[in-house]
């Protein structure tokens, strides 16, 4: 036991892949280190040509991309979005700080992501927007929600947060519907601590759009002169991020390709490994292999939750952190209080009580994943092959 637990294995670890502490020290050097400056121009730069997105704005976070869309979705008391249960609490409260009612639908047991046929039914006449979540890096059935959207003049809001560098049939995920949200926090692959971006697809959103991340005014203007003075113009907050953020932040993006690349690696090695508990139906693991994904996520379910919790305490007893994910909006106090259901969620809930992630970063070794892999073989009673 000493042995195994001599180095532990952390759920995530951030790393520092390039010239982060280089381009720091340049913005320090540039002389501003407030939003607005020449990394966070860079960065949008970077993403308009990486994703071949039409207009990309950094944020400080995927938090505030997702209030920046909901302010640009127009949505106000009375209006409904429909979205998963199983997502992140900023998805739903971007659009609840609006007054907005979410409206949760069931997700797919096979990508856990939102149904799409469960989209159509949940459809009221006060339904302004639709918001697919991307969970673990699979893309969504865009084409359909796309189809369902444009039938029902919806806005498709996508919640990219975790599926950066991840495409739909060639399109970079967030450069799909009207707007997306992207994350750069900590806990993604291409990180800054702290940090998001709004990708507008839709160009007539562009200058309300600037707007409302500079605190409501047309300072965007005033800086490429197209006005002689900026003034307050409109709802806004301050979205942007510092140029630490976002210097940080730009030397993740030269080696983005290399980190997703080595996140799938480690993706598809758990998967051939845990495989043989998938045949004996101990397990069940995604669908989806390392070229579908951009390595975000790796996680499997177990037959119960107290089949988990045993699990989970087993792999801590061996040094590994593993952990679970999202207790469904619907069952929380505020999505109660706050939101709605359309139908059964079922396989929300079910996911929620049994889904398992696993280790996963861009540090982690081949060796480390064995022995993951193998510390949750022998709580089944195998080994591995």
């Known amino acids: ?14 790393a520092i892949v390039g010239r982060e502490f280089d381009y720091i020290e340049q913005a320090i050097r540039n002389g501003t280190i407030a939003g607005g400056g020449p990394f966070m121009k860079r960065c949008e730069a970077w993403l308009e040509t990486t994703l071949s997105a039409r207009r990309a704005l950094m944020t400080h976070s995927c938090t505030g991309a997702l209030e920046m869309a909901a302010m640009l979705s127009n949505v106000g008391p009375g209006d409904e979005v429909i979205m998963p249960s199983f997502t992140f609490s900023a998805t739903a409260t971007a659009f609840v700080l609006r007054g907005a009612t979410p409206v949760f639908v069931d997700i797919d047991p096979d990508t856990l992501n939102i149904d799409p046929a469960l989209i159509e039914p949940a459809i009221t006449e006060r339904t302004r927007v639709v918001v697919p979540v991307h969970y673990a890096g699979l893309a969504c059935a865009m084409d359909e929600i796309m189809t369902i959207a444009q039938r029902h003049s919806l806005i498709v809001v996508e919640d990219a947060a975790q599926a950066h560098l991840s495409h739909y049939k060639g399109k970079a995920l ?20 702290e940090g998001g971006a709004l990708i507008l697809n839709n160009e007539t959103l562009l200058n309300r ?86 390595g975000h996520i790796f996680w499997m379910l177990l037959e119960s939750e107290p089949v988990r919790a045993d699990l989970i305490r087993h792999l801590t007893a061996h040094g590994i952190n593993a952990v679970f994910h999202y207790i469904p909006l619907h069952s929380a106090p505020a999505g109660r209080k706050y939101g709605r259901t359309s139908g059964n969620l079922a396989v929300t809930e079910r996911v929620s009580n049994t889904l398992l992630r696993l280790p996963l970063y861009y540090t982690l070794t081949d ?19």
Request: charged content about 25%.
């Open 174 to 193: 967030g450069t799909i519907g009207d707007l997306g949200c992207l994350s750069f926090h900590e806990t993604k692959n291409v990180i800054s601590g």
């Open 1 to 14: 036991m000493t042995e195994l637990l001599s180095e532990k294995i952390p759920f995530g670890r951030p």
């Open 209 to 294: 759009a600037e707007i409302i991340r500079e605190k409501g005014t047309d300072r965007s203007m005033f800086f490429r002169g197209q006005v002689d003075k900026y003034t307050w113009q409109d709802i806004g907050s301050s979205y942007c991020p510092s140029e630490l953020v976002s210097a940080f932040l730009m030397a993740q993006f030269e080696l983005a390709d290399a980190i997703c690349e080595r996140r799938r690696k480690v993706y598809d090695l758990y998967h051939d490994l845990l495989a043989p508990l998938a045949t004996e139906g101990l397990v069940t693991l995604p669908r989806a292999s390392g070229a579908e994904v951009n």
């Open 367 to 385: 060796d480390h994943v064995r022995r993951v892999a193998g510390a949750i073989s022998a709580f089944f009673g195998r080994s591995l092959g």
